[in-house]
């Protein structure tokens, strides 16, 4: 039933507003970039207009909605959320604020602190630092936690760390800095009800998401019906060596360099086995893991001790870098390599005493052999001190074995010395393994080729109203079978290797997101055979991306504050909608050049379907996003670019989903041209922010 005759007006009202809102956060985060957070929160995000534009937006559209008429359960829930989530966010704004104290280590301390906007603050109580402690990983200097013990007379106690919080009497604590061990950090918040509205609308968003796809009259289900109605890569693992002739470069024999290969080194704030600090060598100076038919092994051994031969030989590098910064790092790259001062080979048991003295160094310190050793007794010191001149002096005599044996014993040395803190067998293996394979140079080509190849076919079938033979379908699913298994090989070899899910770094997203689409290719090809040239083009051209970004992608430790369970939910949970997105765009293209308007109509049902599920996702991922920013940060919602970004996307992309409301959606053409321009913003999410805005997020 209609709650009054006409509701046009509010729909003009609802969507104008919400179209100034995108435009206005589309402006504040270069507003940002180039006049300063203060100025874009006091011009934009802060300012009495936008709020007012948000407030017309959730007022107007709920008026609009309602005079519709009965829209279904879950799609009405589904949007009285989003009011909620506004509602909390307008209540943390007005009543809720944050700030920082500082504690030192059983100093009594003042309850009165400096808030985020400039205000003084009094708690009613007064805090004290009873111990502040720093967790490393095991066997290196990388920070694994920070925890601080806080004590609030007469009887309060706090054991806080990252992303675990502090709470007491409506206020939360969060671990945000430390300066040295006496003195930490605290970020202090006090929203009681704000959050407590929001996190309420956060779970109304998550339930009405669910229901909506079980819901009878849903656009999502129409769309599936309708497609029901008219439907009537290759894995080539890159080669261990080199194909280009080698030339007279002097190196040490492939046994040599083998042997050279199983000494560890402490490299990245880890414990690795040699290769990798070689191959990564390798491709900063020539952009390859092998160079001219050698080993990464082979190069260093070639810079170690044929240094006057090698420092002939060019980098890879472009004309612009040339006597710049990045010309000079590969230079000092190979200076350091050829005097020893690169490898931290020589593992030394530290004292307690002078760990304690000491913060930068651990039980069990690496070091080179120029490094500044400590007190060590005359026969130690000359082994680190002479070991790499009298490896150098043999191999220019050529007296191999004595090499090799050289190598035997710092290898033995360093079993004895640092037993406790050593990779396994096992991790070493897999991770040599993983350096041979993570490079997916012949993969992607093939792959974007083979896409390429299919998406032509495709669209000429598909203007002929006929489908692709059922036999190529297979055959190109079995390819793609194959394509998967190498991805799941090189994802879960740097799981194994890294102790962590691989859902940071541009490196590792890229090829989940190749993972995702040759997946979701695998799962739908046979109702939707569409999906195989789009998933295989979405596959080729994210590990090309991989490729590109993450030339070195270097396995390392995860910093405190991504060490937590939300993150990965979170970054899979995102990629797996930019995944589903790619594949809308893709579609889109193809909706514009096969002919027909059947065949433009099924593709625009196609990409209905797969956006429907897009969209939720990235609704999901945002705001758990959110959820985990609060817990490690003390706010939800900090109005950093990317999170920015990644509501305008949400926003741009719904309102292809209001073809009831919005007409020009239901025209084929503007569908398939709108989704085109709309993956814009999935780049400018992922890539911009990181390239271009910065912010919070820009180490991703």
């Known amino acids: 039933?209609?709650?009054?005759?006409?509701?046009?007006?509010?729909?003009?009202?609802?969507?104008?507003?919400?179209?100034?809102?995108?435009?206005?956060?589309?402006?504040?985060?270069?507003?940002?970039?180039l006049q300063g957070s203060p100025v874009a929160f006091k011009a934009i995000y802060h300012s009495p207009w936008f709020i007012a534009l948000w407030a017309i937006a959730a007022i107007s559209g709920l008026a609009y909605f309602f005079g519709k008429g009965r829209m279904g359960f879950w799609t009405t829930l589904l949007h009285c959320s989003f009011v909620v989530i506004l509602a909390g966010a307008l209540i943390s704004h007005i009543w809720g604020w944050s700030g920082q104290i500082h504690l030192q280590k059983d100093v009594p301390n003042s309850s009165v602190l400096l808030d985020t906007e400039g205000n003084y603050r009094e708690l009613p109580f007064a805090p004290v630092l009873e111990n502040f402690e720093i967790?490393?990983?095991?066997?290196?200097?990388?920070?694994s936690d920070y925890r601080s013990l806080v004590r609030i007379p007469p009887d309060g106690k706090m054991d806080i760390s990252m992303n675990k919080i502090g709470k007491y009497k409506g206020y939360r604590f969060y671990q945000a800095n430390y300066d040295g061990r006496d003195m930490s950090v605290l970020a202090v918040s006090h929203d009681p009800i704000g959050?407590?509205?929001?996190?309420?609308?956060?779970?109304?968003?998550?339930?009405?998401?669910?229901?909506?796809?079980?819901?009878?009259?849903?656009g999502w289900r129409a769309a599936i019906k309708r497609l029901s109605a008219t439907a009537a890569m290759l894995l080539l693992v890159p080669s261990l060596a080199n194909a280009v002739p080698k030339e007279e470069l002097p190196v040490a024999p492939q046994d040599v360099a083998e042997a050279l290969g199983q000494l560890y080194v402490y490299y990245g704030d880890r414990v690795v086995p040699f290769q990798s600090q070689a191959r990564d060598y390798c491709l900063k100076a020539y952009g390859s893991a092998s160079y001219k038919g050698y080993s990464p092994e082979q190069v260093m051994t070639g810079w170690m001790f044929y240094y006057d031969w090698w420092q002939v030989e060019p980098f890879k590098l472009k004309k612009k870098d040339i006597g710049t910064a990045k010309d000079q790092e590969k230079y000092r790259l190979r200076m350091d390599v050829a005097t020893g001062r690169a490898f931290k080979v020589f593992p030394l048991q530290i004292s307690p005493d002078l760990v304690e003295a000491n913060p930068e160094l651990q039980p069990i310190t690496w070091f080179g052999c120029e490094d500044q050793l400590p007190e060590l007794d005359d026969a130690q010191w000359l082994f680190i001190r002479k070991t790499f001149k009298l490896l150098r002096d043999e191999a220019r005599q050529e007296n191999w074995d004595q090499v090799k044996y050289i190598l035997e014993k710092i290898r033995k040395y360093q079993e004895k010395t640092a037993t406790e803190v050593l990779p396994?067998?096992?991790?070493?293996?897999?991770?040599?393994?993983?350096?041979?394979?993570?490079?997916?140079?012949?993969?992607?080509m093939a792959t974007i080729t083979l896409g390429?190849?299919?998406?032509i076919l495709f669209g000429f079938w598909l203007s002929k109203g006929q489908s692709a033979p059922i036999e190529l379908?297979?055959?190109?699913?079995?390819?793609?079978?194959?394509?998967?298994?190498?991805?799941?090989?090189?994802?879960?070899?740097?799981w194994y290797v890294s102790g962590h899910a691989p859902f940071a770094g541009s490196y590792c997203v890229m090829m989940l997101m190749a993972w995702l689409a040759t997946l979701a290719m695998l799962l739908l090809y046979r109702r939707i055979p569409l999906i195989l040239p789009l998933g295989l083009l979405l596959a080729g051209f994210s590990m090309l991306m991989a490729t590109l970004n993450g030339s070195n992608p270097k396995i390392t430790h995860l910093m405190p504050v991504l060490n937590s369970p939300l993150l990965s939910i979170h970054v899979l949970s995102m990629m797996l909608s930019y995944t589903l997105l790619g594949l809308v765009m893709l579609n889109g293209i193809m909706g514009l050049v096969v002919k027909g308007d059947g065949a433009k109509d099924h593709l625009r049902d196609l990409s209905l379907v797969i956006l429907y599920p897009?969209?939720?996702?990235?609704?999901?991922?945002?705001?758990?996003?959110?959820?985990?920013?609060?817990?490690?940060?003390?706010?939800?919602w900090a109005w950093d670019p990317k999170e920015t970004w990644a509501l305008i996307t949400l926003l741009v992309y719904a309102a292809a989903l209001h073809s009831g409301s919005l007409k020009a959606f239901r025209k084929p053409k503007f569908f398939h041209i709108y989704c085109i321009a709309a993956f814009l913003t999935v780049l400018i999410t992922y890539f911009g922010v990181n390239l271009i805005l910065g912010g919070m997020h820009a180490y991703a």
Request: glycine fraction near 8%; hydrophobic fraction near 55%; aromatic fraction near 16%.
């Open 452 to 455: 390429i190849v299919l998406f």
């Open 473 to 494: 379908q297979h055959g190109v699913a079995l390819l793609g079978c194959l394509l998967f298994i190498y991805l799941t090989v090189v994802l879960g070899l740097r």
């Open 135 to 143: 967790e490393y990983y095991a066997g290196s200097s990388a920070p």
């Open 195 to 218: 959050v407590g509205v929001t996190y309420a609308g956060y779970l109304l968003l998550l339930a009405s998401m669910l229901g909506f796809f079980f819901q009878k009259n849903s």
């Open 1 to 33: 039933m209609r709650l009054w005759n006409s509701s046009t007006p509010f729909k003009y009202l609802s969507f104008g507003s919400m179209a100034a809102v995108i435009l206005a956060m589309m402006a504040a985060t270069f507003v940002e970039k």
């Open 424 to 444: 396994s067998d096992a991790k070493v293996k897999a991770e040599r393994a993983y350096n041979a394979i993570c490079l997916p140079k012949v993969p992607f």
């Open 614 to 636: 897009a969209v939720f996702l990235v609704a999901f991922g945002t705001f758990l996003g959110a959820v985990w920013a609060n817990i490690s940060w003390g706010s939800y």
